[in-house]
């Protein structure tokens, strides 16, 4: 079947449709299959993912043989992991930031939820901050492309000790202009993203998730694939899952135990 030729649309009819297909929930869980990628390492492993929306998110982390080696809760403030590897039991207690120095990605509890369930990240809905168009692949598809400015350090006034006039520091201004651009990919039939760039030129990352596999039961078409690829300074990682089993019924609790005895460990 030849695909029709696309609309142009405007990054306001865009967004909208992108909202109106969301997938919304209150609670709740999955079963992921995944797999681990960095360099020449390969670690395949299964998960159980529980949420509430915006406020916490649970992963539990097995090998094939199903023993949990990994626990990890993050909710608005705090980010706590229990390791149970044999020869490598800890506790981790750290606060919410620490999650995008773990996963390489700008991350906080709501960007997370949107991460596994297909939603958009990084997406502006302010008018005119993103420039919408088509381009084809396998087929078309529409774009929405943005590049922001923004002041990593916005200091206007750094003690410069080898600048003095009458022994007087003189305040040094810095001028630290990057940005980071993202762009996106939109299927036509359900408006749901497909493929997302973000690109941090301040730190030279490049992250591409790639969403498949849209659900065609489900009402919000969510996709039961995602492969996510990092490039950095330091090499290249993937993450590779399959949503397996979802429910949206079931309420958590969300208490993290652990082993007393074990080690903590805050950074």
């Not at 960095?38 to 916490?56: H, I, L, N, W």
């Not at 992991?81 to 620490?98: A, H, T, W």
């Not at 299927?187 to 998730?209: A, G, H, P």
Request: with cysteine.
């Amino acid at each position: 079947m030849t695909q029709e030729p696309l609309k142009e649309r405007s990054q306001a009819f865009l967004t909208r449709h992108i909202d109106k297909n969301k997938f919304e929930f209150d609670w709740l869980g999955m079963k992921l299959d995944a797999e681990f990628t960095s360099g020449e390492e390969q670690q395949g492993f299964k998960a159980t993912v529980r949420m509430r929306k915006d406020s916490a998110v649970s992963v539990s982390i097995s090998p094939a043989l199903g023993i949990e080696v990994l626990r990890m809760l993050v909710d608005k403030d705090s980010l706590k992991m229990v390791s149970e590897i044999p020869g490598d039991k800890y506790v981790f207690l750290g606060s919410v930031d620490q999650l995008s120095e773990l996963a390489k990605i700008d991350l906080d509890v709501s960007t997370m939820q949107d991460l596994l369930i297909g939603n958009p990240i990084g997406l502006s809905r302010e008018e005119g901050r993103m420039k919408s168009g088509i381009e084809k692949l396998d087929v078309e598809y529409y774009t929405l492309i943005s590049r922001m400015s923004r002041r990593v350090r916005r200091a206007t006034e750094v003690q410069d000790s080898s600048s003095t006039i009458e022994g007087r520091r003189i305040p040094k201004r810095l001028e630290d202009n990057d940005w980071i651009s993202s762009k996106f990919w939109i299927e036509s039939n359900f408006y749901k993203i497909t493929k997302c760039e973000l690109t941090d030129v301040r730190t030279r990352r490049m992250v591409q998730i790639n969403y498949s596999e849209f659900d065609e039961e489900d009402p919000s078409h969510y996709p039961r694939k995602c492969n996510i690829q990092i490039d950095d300074v330091k090499g290249k990682t993937s993450l590779d899952f399959k949503i397996i089993r979802i429910n949206t019924q079931n309420h958590y609790d969300f208490s993290f135990d652990y082993d007393k005895d074990y080690p903590i460990k805050r950074k």
